[in-house]
């Protein structure tokens, strides 16, 4: 953070100011020209929220796959179609076995399997052929998601999560005083709260990682030089296998998350495919930060386009992409 504000004091003391106002939005009570310029304060500060969890999902989702395409550059566009796969999967053994927990732990290691199979069988024999590598997993994506409504059919499912993330709890921000002078609280879902609590969590994870483990420098070093690592005694291949299999355990992970959110149907997987691609491209390739930064963005751009002009809310997911891509083709986070 110190290198940043040194090298770019302008932009630090921009951030500090926009996030000086984004608290003020939130705790204040608005003044009525306020709320006659922008809408009830419910409403925006809900959108914010959805907008700030929906990110949280996009991240848990583009996380393997920043994993995937964006450190180890394997362009694996049947992603989706892990994250579809897997709410399936942990939907049917939630609801046979009756608990979620069980369904999410499956969903995690039966896609996570899958993807270590996809390694080795598939991306191992076409190491930097990123044209056949897309060719030949939009195939599978095809393929897959044709079993996937063969076997599920086109029916929306969506499964409940535990009895204690039910509901709604208050948060400390004023929606609106009453006339009578008391003050009426925001409430927000719990399941919402977790799905962000648990993207920190797998963010702050990723990082610790990648960065301050051996295993992760083993990663990062046979990214730059994958010979002179195997020349130093290492199983290239055994560790490229592990990281592909966990970052498609973490888009099964996601897919019960997201499922249970907000539901699961056919098609789905193509949405969560361009959204990781999205997030990847705008937060720089194989940056965990960069991938929490992007999704952030495309969250709140989705949410409140959705909110404020439903009409043209779309473009704001494009224009984002296009403004970082003509001001930093690198990425918010990625280095040249």
Known sequence: MRPFIERHTFWAIVLVL???VILWLIFAVWPDWLVAAVGRKKTFVTT???GITLGGLYFLVASGFTLVFGLMRNV???HGSMYLLGAYIGYDVAEASGNWFLGLAVAFLAIALSGILLQVLIFRHMEGQDLR?????????IVAADLMLAIWTGTT???AP???LFGATNLPIVSVIKASGVPVYLKYPIYRLSVLAVAVAVGIALWLFLNRTRIGMMIRAGVNDRDMLSASGVNVQFIFAVVFGIGAG???FAGVIGGTALSIAPGEDVRYLLASLIVVIVGGLGSVTGAAIG???IGLAEQFGLAYFPTYGVILTFLILVVVLAVRPQGIMGER
Do not use: D
């Open 48 to 50: 914010l929220l959805n």
């Open 76 to 78: 694996n566009l049947a």
């Open 18 to 20: 926009i996030g000086a």
């Open 133 to 141: 590598q897309a060719l030949v997993t939009i195939g599978i994506s």
């Open 157 to 159: 499912y969506q499964f």
């Open 162 to 164: 535990p009895e204690w």
């Open 295 to 297: 999704a952030l963005l």
């Open 250 to 252: 973490l888009a099964g």
